[in-house]
Structure formats: structure tokens, C-alpha cells
């Protein structure tokens, strides 16, 4: 089917929905900050937006990887690449696919602060899902509401502390020598409610070489001295000491062994080494940050008034042959930074009553900055591999954002009008002290006005139609922009990547306690940022041209009866180079990029809620790797997971427990791969069948 049939069904399928829609019930509320930055009805806002809830993240989950709930969200991409020293990879409508490491192109936001630093770049690391309240997920044009983050905005929400002091304690263990133990307390004393929580997370890992251990503490202390005014102070760390990076194989190296790493064939010894082994790949962090946030509500207006400030430690050994730091020019392969950042959100929102409708505009600033000491090192030290050797590069790099907003929605009778604008200005700046490679001190600026707006007509209680539009604007990343073709200095020639984003949508409830979310999109981006080379964990970019992205997003939560239920999401994505660059056609592929994923699943929990059993199913696309789509493409796949989970309550003690089996039909598959590499090694293989268990025991004082 090509993409323009598929396109053409999906929307009859649109219309079927509104046709069923006018003889439902009326819908539940689901209540979203993204997007409007306050609380809103989902179901009533013009953007496709989903919300996660804590049981979908906490029920049967080991709670390491946010890519575990983040599957069940049409448009998203997700993926757990097997490597803690890389982190996920999270693209939204194909924007972030290409990053090597982190999240770029979507913003991450936790409990208000940002994930993502003030260049885009975000580790989803850092957000806490042991005490998740809820996930909401924005796609399309409003996410340009949010600055230098084209693609998306993935918000996390921890628990507001309440109630009786309680404690709670997890321990969970899997295949692979992976488990895990959480110790958490919440409650509300003295008008001040408290939340903490710590854990410790260790895997063998399922790749040759993928070890890791992650801990991670998280506090949360929330206060109301006066009537409308509410402080939140939070603060988290993150720490992970020499995890191992497994690094990418070939397709031969993959068909061969899933499990191994690329052999290094200029190693001198018998049988020689992987890349990984030989140089000992790994990484180390340190993360801490706190954040404060004060909310004053004057009737139905509010000021808010945020702050935050951290700060992030990283070293990292990287594998490539010592030929290659030959050139003056090489910055080494010992990545060392400790990073200093900080920044500010205010805004005011204003609640009247104007032409008979209801006018809400929040007016905001947002400010931010990371500063970094970065250093490179020789990888190795005479003939020993892997450790640090002599400095290769120093610098100071320093990345801001200063950023004035409007978001407006006027509402009256069956119709609701959104906008917004948002003037983004990012700073770059670089002081070189290390000059006998050259000086690549300098800086540059990108500033972009980034409009927004939607309508959305209410054709009945229960069905909702909508439109939104917006300009969007992505810039290069701090990483991006540290190199340039085949191996000079800073890249400074790097521009922004700009795009037109457009959908159409209607949500609706069709029956009795089913509803259907859909929207069909299609974005248009110039200068889009794409590899140039990849190598030794290296990469450079360039800008390429034109390319569009044209697609559909269903979502269906069902309420079954008897106690049955089911989510599903399903995503149709055409995603292509519309101009010819290098030795890329136009009409390529977006490598990174599944034409089409989906999730389903069918839960069930019996009347009283204690035991429950479900069956899920993920499955994409192929995947190409690289943009001339050439080298052979990941296929695509199908896995089936099952899980099964149990509570007794027993006094003041809560008692739960589950078992889960990932990959039942034991499939071998790609299940993430690196953009672009220049020595083919782009695949990263997903586990075949694996399993945990965990338990919990909760007391309520």
C-alpha cells in the first residue's frame, strides 16, 4: 500500500469515528498542563497530547527505562538500546532519531525543571518513575510553544505527598543478572508534605560487555503558608560509575551473535578482542540538581515562579584506533566535563471574561544556562588501551536560552481558539585553551519566533474535531556542533532547522467507555540537521535540504466489561528527504524512522482489583540506518510480553508482587540502531525472551 492510500484509510477510518461518535457517553476528564501550561481537559485541547498514569508506569515494571511505558504512545518512538551509557533514544514524528547518544529534538521536563539542557540535548535518565504520577506526551505544533524543541515535549509528573506517613520498600530482579531495590517514604506532617525516595539498579547486561549500576535519590517537600500559594522544592541525583558501552556491530557481527561485540581486527593479541573490551568502554555520571517552584493563585489567575540549578559530571572512554589521533587537530578519546547549569521560568496567567467567552493568556520568560569545563584526553597510555593519557583539549563551552512567550485560548460555546508565540534566542559561545590544535575559540547566536494556533469545535458532548499549525525551530546541540567534516574544529557553519508542522485531529467517545484519539499531521522542515560522519563515537553533522514528514496517530483505551480492558496505538509515518544531497536520492528515507509502529495490549483485573493479567504486543517497522537507505535496513518486528500481578491488603501492610515475561515467542530483532556510523557497525540487538519478579511491602502508619 503506498503512503498516500494508506493515508487516504486512515482517514476514512477518522470519519467513521465521528460518525459513531454522537451516540456516546459523555467523556472523562483527563486533566494535561502541556501544551496550554495549565490545567486543561485533554479531551479539549487541539493538539495530540496522552497521558501515562502511575499504574501503567509502576504496574509489573522494574522502573529503570521510561521507554517501558512510553510505548504505548502513538507517535513516539522509544526504544532501550541495551547500553546505560548511552541512554534512550525518544523521537517524536522522527525528530531525535538521528541522536547518538540522549534525547534530543523532544524537551524532557520533570515536576517543572528541565531535562533538557538549554541546546535541546536531555537525558531521560534523570527522570524518577518510582515515584512517577503520571507521563503526558505532546506531538506536533504545539510543541514549538516550547522553544528549540521541534518534535515533541515529554513531561513527567512525580506524586503530591498526602495523607497518613507511609513506607514502602521493592525489591526486583530479572534475567540477565539485572535487579533492583527502592526504599521510599511519603506523607503529610505539620502542613508539609514529603516525598523521598532511593534506589539501586545493577545488570550483567544482555550485550558482551553492558554492564551498569545506576543510583538514583529523589526528594520532594511541598508547603502552603496562605490561602492560593503552594511551594514545591525538589531535588534528585543520579549516579552511574563506569558503565559499560557495548558500542554498535555490523549486520555480520549481529547475524553471528546477538549477544557480541564488533571484533577489532588490528588487535595484536589471540583471539582478538572486541572494540569494546580492548579499550574498555564506559562511561561515568554524576547528576544532581534542585529546583523550587512557587504558585500564587489570585482567584482564577496565578503567578508561578520557578528555579533551578545543578549540576552534571560525565567521563567517557571511547574505542578508536590510535592512527587516528595522529592529526593535531584530534580532541582525544577521554571525554571529560563537569557542567554547571541553571535557569529561571516565570509567567503570569490572566483569567477574564471577554465576548461572552472565557479568555485565559499566560505571558512568560524563561531563562537558562549550562557552562561547561570540558576536557579530552589520549585514550591510552604507551601501549596500555583504554585509560587517560595526555590532554588533548580544553575548553570552555557556555549554551543559553532567553525566551519571552504568550499562550492565549478564548472559549466560548462549542468552539476553543489557541495560540501562542514564542521568541527563542540560544547562545553559543566556546573559549579554546588548548591551542596547538588550532584555536577554535569563538560563538554564535540563533534567534527564531516560533507562532502557534488551533481551534478546536466541540460537535457534540462527546466529539471533539480540531486543527493546529505552527512554525517550529531546532537547533544544533552543544555535541552537534563540536565537530566539523572530517575531523576539524568546532562546526560554527551548522544552522538551525526550521519547519511547518500542520494536523488535523478529532477525539471522541464511541460507546460506553471507549475512547478513540486521532490526528493526521504533516511537517516541512529546511536545513534539516543530519549526519556527516560517524566514527569512534564521533560524530559530525551538516544541513541537508528540504524533507517532509506526513502521517496518522490513533489511540483507542477501551473499557471492555466483566474486567477487561485495552489500549492501543498505532502510528503511520512517511518520513523522506524531498531534495538530493551527497550520494543521498531525494525520496530516501529518514534513517532512524519506522513507517509504521504499534502497541496493544488486553488487561485484565478481577472485581476487586487485587489480581490482574495482561497481554501486550509492540511491533515496527524496518529501520533504515543510514540516509542513502544502501546498507541493510534493521527489520522489522513483533514481540509479545506478558505480565501477571497480585495485591493483598493485610491491616496497615499493602503486599503486591508480579511476574512478567518480555519477548515471549522468543523473537531475535534489532531493537535500536546508531545513526549514520561511519564504520557500519549501526545495530544494537534487543534481548530474546527474558523475565523479572518483584515485590513490594507497604505500611501505612
Known sequence: MQPRSRLNTIAALLGCTVAAGALAEAPDAVVIVSGSRVEHSSFDFPAAVDVIDGER????QMRVNASDALAAVPGLVAQNRQNYAQDLQISSRGFGARSAFGVRGVKLVADGIPASMPDGQGQAATFNLDQAQRIEVLRGPFSAAYGNHAGGVVQLFTREPEGRPVLETSVMGGSDGARKVDVNAQGLAGGIGYLLDASRFDTDGYRDHSAARRDQAYAKLSVRPNDG????VTASGLRQKDTQDPLGVTWATYLRDPRAGETDTTDTVTPKRTFAERYNTRKSIDHQQIGAAWEQRFGDSRLKVSLYGGNRQVIQYQAFSRAFQAPASHSGGVVDFDRDFHGADISWLDVRDVGGGKLSTTAGFEYGRSSDDRKGYENFVGTEL??????????EDVVSNADPYVQTEWARGAWVFSGGVR?????????DNFLSNGNDSGSLRHARTTPVAGVLFKVSPVLNAYASAAQGFETPTLNELFYSGTGGGFNFRLQPARSTHGEIGVKAIVGAG??????LFSVKTRDELVVDAASGGRTSYRNAGKTSRRGAEVSADADLGAGFSSRVALTALHAVYDTPFGAVAAGSRLPGVPRANLYADLAWKDATGHIGAALETIASARVYAEDSNVEKAAPGYATVNARITARHDLGSWALTGYARLNNLLDRQYIGSVIVGDTNKRYYESAPGRNWQLGASAQYRF
Open 57 to 60: 508506569i509502576r504496574t509489573a
Open 229 to 232: 500559594g503552594k511551594l514545591t
Open 386 to 395: 583504554g585509560v587517560k593519557g595526555k590532554l588533548r583539549r580544553d575548553e
Open 423 to 431: 521568541r527563542s534566542r540560544v547562545s553559543v559561545s566556546v573559549r
Open 514 to 519: 471507549i475512547r478513540v484519539d486521532a490526528a
